[in-house]
């Protein structure tokens, strides 16, 4: 039987709310040490009105989504994402998708699927992009 089928829901996956001590320890992970992303005072000089996360730890989410998705045995192929919104300290991040496309072949499944996060505040996307994985049936 198989394992995903078009218009299947993935995820959602839920993070807690994103904080400023979780950027700061983001940044030493990364080596992204812009200030628009821990110090509040230059991303309001910069016009931001605040702090704003790394793009890339929200990419991260979605990507925790998918590896969770498909499971040890899996195997991601493709991932990309295009950044729309901003995320701020205090954002709790959704992140889901939805099954495209399914083609099965040698006991495997290879699944396209729209991909993407929302922010809590308003309820806006702030990724959305598509991923392409391969799981045993």
């Keep these: 039987m198989a394992r995903f089928q078009v218009g299947d829901r993935i995820g959602p996956l839920v993070k807690p709310p994103v904080t400023k001590t979780q950027l700061?320890?983001?940044s030493g992970a990364s080596g992204d040490f812009n200030p628009i992303h821990t110090v509040e005072e230059f991303a309001?000089?910069?016009g931001l009105g605040g702090v704003i996360a790394h793009g890339m730890l929200?990419?991260?989410f979605?990507?925790?989504m998918l590896t969770e998705t498909i499971g040890d045995e899996g195997a991601l192929e493709?991932?990309?994402v295009r950044f729309i919104d901003m995320v701020r300290p205090g954002d709790v991040i959704t992140c889901e998708g939805e099954v495209k496309a399914v083609e099965?072949?040698?006991?495997w499944q290879t699944v396209e699927c729209d991909i993407w996060a929302t922010k809590s505040s308003g309820g806006n996307r702030v990724v959305a992009g598509q991923a392409r994985f391969r799981v045993p049936v």
């Design 104 to 107: 099965e072949a040698g006991g």
């Design 58 to 60: 929200t990419m991260a």
């Design 78 to 80: 493709k991932f990309g």
């Design 62 to 64: 979605v990507g925790q």
């Design 44 to 46: 309001v000089q910069a």
């Design 24 to 26: 700061v320890m983001y």
